[in-house]
């Protein structure tokens, strides 16, 4: 039996789903929950969702519940930057670095499985959102990062992967800030207004899924006969379980080192109003883009297409205990994230921020997720580096495809390779990794 200990909370005021249009729609009315289904999912990020997409497509007389704590779109996958890409490069954030190409190129298989499958969605049930093919740019401004995007460079010719590369001028052509002297661009890369898009998602979920948002669970049973207690104490059957929960795995009350070696850090945002036709003069001819920083701390900026600058920055260990984060860790951001804004638009230095916001993100010292069976009936899949939306989805996809005994190539390599690896415990890791980001920051200089 699990007994759930920590809850997420809703925390600043998040701009995407402030901004997203389906913001007001509505999922299963409670009033319709049954007391046993062939499937429960906990948690409706891309985790739970794209479970729920492949257990229904897959077995389509099965009846599936998905439970959230919060309204959908408002946790990490509501909150995050609106990268979905597939060319990924796995950079472990406090850990060391074991992959391989053929590892890389794996993970970009399995994102463009994700990923087109998102896109086949969104094409066919809801073509209006915020989800647009408007590429990455991998960007440096200090002369010693230049080599750490020249080496992403010669590793993307490695794995076959087409780019640009952009001087100082071309950049600031293309962004309309002179902040950054050199860039890689791909273009297979979605920017999304991160919110929009899992509600989306959620909404066009199969008829045989009942989306259950506003509903804590406090107990999850493992064993021959699994469920869930809800908050009011009721009890809900089911043949398995998956839990797609984030880093709060940690406080589900089940056991194993692999649980114990999930980490997670928080990170910070900030959104503008709307900048007004005077403003937005400094982006005429300029088309919505996205800039990672190629330093692993630098800032994470985009330009949307609703005429606003998004800004990420400062990173922050969020210990097992407070995966929340505490109001007074936002004053300490919002300087951070006015410098990160101002640096790039010193023009636009008296645009307001109308939105500030924070979240979680979990990670593991080898970059490697949690994936599996984790007592009996009860599967789990929590992420593990700062790329989260696609390898959630990944980790949904194959826990149904694992409970469903649906045998592939893909599945054997998840099974191998998805597993932590050994972390110390909280109260060694706590400075330890405080001075593992602390030295990043350092090392990121203006790249903040
Ligand atoms: C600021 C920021 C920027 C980021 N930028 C990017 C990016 O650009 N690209 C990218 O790929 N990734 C990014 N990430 C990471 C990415 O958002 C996450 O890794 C990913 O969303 C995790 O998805 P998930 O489904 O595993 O978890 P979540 O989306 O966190 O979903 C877990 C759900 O479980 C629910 N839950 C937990 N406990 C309970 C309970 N007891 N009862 C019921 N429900 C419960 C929560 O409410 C939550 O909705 C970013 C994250 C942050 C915070």
Same mark, same amino acid.
């Given at each position: 039996?699990?007994?759930?200990?920590?809850?997420?909370?809703?925390?600043?005021?998040?701009?995407?789903?402030?901004?997203?249009?389906?913001?007001?729609?509505?999922?299963?009315?409670?009033?319709?929950?049954?007391?046993?289904?062939?499937?429960?999912?906990?948690?409706?990020?891309?985790?739970?969702?794209?479970?729920?997409?492949?257990?229904?497509?897959?077995?389509?007389?099965?009846?599936?519940?998905?439970?959230?704590?919060?309204?959908?779109?408002?946790?990490?996958?509501?909150?995050?930057?609106?990268?979905?890409?597939?060319?990924?490069?796995?950079?472990?954030?406090?850990?060391?670095?074991?992959?391989?190409?053929?590892?890389?190129?794996?993970?970009?298989?399995?994102?463009?499985?994700?990923?087109?499958?998102? /896109?086949?969605?969104?094409?066919? +049930?809801?073509?209006? *959102? =915020? $989800?647009?093919?408007? #590429? !990455? @740019?991998?960007?440096?401004?200090?002369?010693?990062?230049?080599?750490?995007?020249?080496?992403?460079?010669?590793?993307?010719?490695?794995?076959?992967?087409?780019?640009?590369?952009? /001087?100082?001028?071309?950049?600031? +052509?293309?962004?309309? *800030? =002179? $902040?950054?002297?050199? #860039? !890689? @661009?791909?273009?297979?890369?979605?920017?999304?207004?991160?919110?929009?898009?899992?509600?989306?998602?959620?909404?066009?979920?199969?008829?045989?899924?009942?989306?259950?948002?506003?509903?804590?669970?406090?107990?999850? +049973?493992?064993?021959?006969?699994?469920?869930?207690?809800?908050?009011?104490?009721?009890?809900?059957?089911?043949?398995?379980?998956?839990?797609?929960?984030?880093?709060?795995?940690?406080?589900?009350?089940?056991?194993?080192?692999?649980?114990?070696?999930?980490?997670?850090?928080?990170?910070?945002?900030?959104?503008?109003?709307?900048?007004?036709?005077?403003?937005?003069?400094?982006?005429?001819?300029?088309?919505?883009?996205?800039?990672?920083?190629?330093?692993?701390?630098?800032?994470?900026?985009?330009?949307?297409?609703?005429?606003?600058?998004?800004?990420?920055?400062?990173?922050?260990?969020?210990?097992?205990?407070?995966?929340?984060?505490?109001?007074?860790?936002?004053?300490?951001?919002?300087?951070?994230?006015?410098?990160?804004?101002?640096?790039?638009?010193?023009?636009?230095?008296?645009?307001?921020?109308?939105?500030?916001?924070?979240?979680?993100?979990?990670?593991?010292?080898?970059?490697?997720?949690?994936?599996?069976?984790?007592?009996?009936?009860?599967?789990?899949?929590?992420?593990?580096?700062?790329?989260?939306?696609?390898?959630?989805?990944?980790?949904?996809?194959?826990?149904?495809?694992?409970?469903?005994?649906?045998?592939?190539?893909?599945?054997?390599?998840?099974?191998?390779?998805?597993?932590?690896?050994?972390?110390?415990?909280?109260?060694?890791?706590?400075?330890?990794?405080?001075?593992?980001?602390?030295?990043?920051?350092?090392?990121?200089?203006?790249?903040?």
């Amino acid at each position: 039996m699990g007994k759930v200990t920590a809850f997420p909370k809703d925390t600043g005021v998040n701009p995407w789903f402030e901004t997203a249009v389906n913001r007001n729609a509505t999922y299963t009315d409670i009033s319709e929950l049954k007391d046993s289904y062939d499937f429960i999912i906990v948690g409706a990020g891309f985790g739970g969702v794209m479970a729920a997409f492949e257990l229904a497509e897959n077995a389509p007389d099965s009846k599936i519940a998905v439970f959230d704590a919060l309204k959908v779109g408002t946790f990490s996958s509501g909150r995050n930057a609106g990268f979905l890409w597939i060319s990924q490069v796995t950079a472990p954030l406090v850990g060391f670095d074991h992959y391989t190409i053929d590892d890389q190129l794996k993970l970009c298989k399995l994102n463009e499985k994700v990923i087109t499958r998102i /896109d086949n969605i969104i094409k066919e +049930k809801a073509p209006d *959102t =915020d $989800f647009r093919w408007d #590429g !990455l @740019y991998h960007a440096v401004r200090e002369e010693r990062n230049v080599k750490a995007l020249d080496d992403l460079a010669k590793m993307y010719d490695k794995m076959g992967h087409k780019y640009e590369i952009f /001087d100082h001028q071309e950049m600031t +052509k293309r962004l309309g *800030t =002179d $902040f950054y002297t050199k #860039g !890689l @661009y791909s273009t297979d890369c979605v920017l999304d207004n991160p919110a929009e898009l899992i509600r989306a998602l959620a909404l066009a979920l199969p008829k045989n899924v009942s989306l259950f948002e506003n509903t804590v669970i406090t107990d999850v +049973k493992d064993g021959a006969h699994p469920a869930i207690t809800l908050k009011d104490g009721r009890k809900i059957e089911a043949a398995k379980i998956i839990l797609t929960v984030n880093a709060f795995i940690k406080h589900f009350g089940f056991g194993g080192q692999e649980i114990k070696d999930v980490c997670a850090i928080q990170s910070f945002g900030a959104m503008t109003r709307e900048l007004t036709d005077d403003e937005m003069k400094i982006f005429e001819g300029v088309q919505p883009w996205g800039v990672v920083a190629t330093h692993p701390a630098g800032a994470t900026v985009r330009y949307t297409p609703k005429r606003r600058v998004f800004v990420r920055t400062d990173i922050a260990y969020a210990p097992g205990y407070r995966l929340n984060i505490p109001q007074q860790r936002f004053e300490q951001s919002k300087p951070l994230l006015r410098n990160a804004f101002v640096k790039r638009f010193p023009t636009l230095k008296d645009v307001p921020f109308e939105y500030t916001y924070g979240g979680l993100i979990p990670f593991t010292a080898n970059a490697e997720p949690l994936f599996g069976e984790i007592a009996e009936n009860i599967f789990a899949g929590t992420t593990s580096e700062g790329a989260g939306v696609n390898r959630a989805s990944i980790l949904g996809t194959f826990l149904a495809d694992l409970i469903l005994g649906k045998k592939s190539e893909d599945l054997d390599y998840i099974l191998a390779n998805y597993h932590p690896s050994y972390l110390p415990p909280e109260v060694l890791r706590v400075p330890g990794a405080n001075a593992a980001l602390w030295w990043k920051n350092v090392k990121a200089g203006t790249e903040l």
